[in-house]
Structures are given as structure tokens and as C-alpha cells.
């Protein structure tokens, strides 16, 4: 994990990063939507679209 960080840190941009960081929990819950059958529920589909907001509005 700490190669695959530094390897990030050396080859991607800053904005890139950060939005990797803060759309992680979003693809945590997509995989384990898809790998453990779990279910998403409202406040995880509402705590997404807020995060999605977030990113789409802080760069404005």
C-alpha cells in the first residue's frame, strides 16, 4: 500500500489525488455492494451525492 501510495504521489497531480481520496468511501460501498451482496441504503446513497457535491462545487 505505501508503494502504490508514494507511486500516486509521484506520477498523478494534486487535484487528482484528492479527489481519489475523498470519492474512496464511494467505491467502498459500490464494491461491497458488488462483491458482499450489501445493501445500500439511503443514508449511504445520500452521504454520496453529498460528497459528490462537495467535489463538484469546492473547485468553483
Not at 27 to 35: C, D, H, T, V
Request: hydrophobic share 60%; glycine share 4%; aromatic share 16%.
Amino acid at each position: 500500500m505505501l508503494c502504490i501510495s508514494y507511486l500516486s504521489r509521484k506520477f498523478a497531480n494534486g487535484f487528482l489525488l484528492v479527489t481519489l481520496v475523498y470519492t474512496s468511501p464511494m467505491f467502498a460501498i459500490f464494491l461491497a455492494w458488488f462483491y458482499f451482496k450489501e445493501r445500500i441504503t439511503g443514508a449511504k446513497l445520500a452521504a454520496s451525492l453529498i460528497t459528490i457535491t462537495g467535489i463538484v462545487i469546492i473547485p468553483l
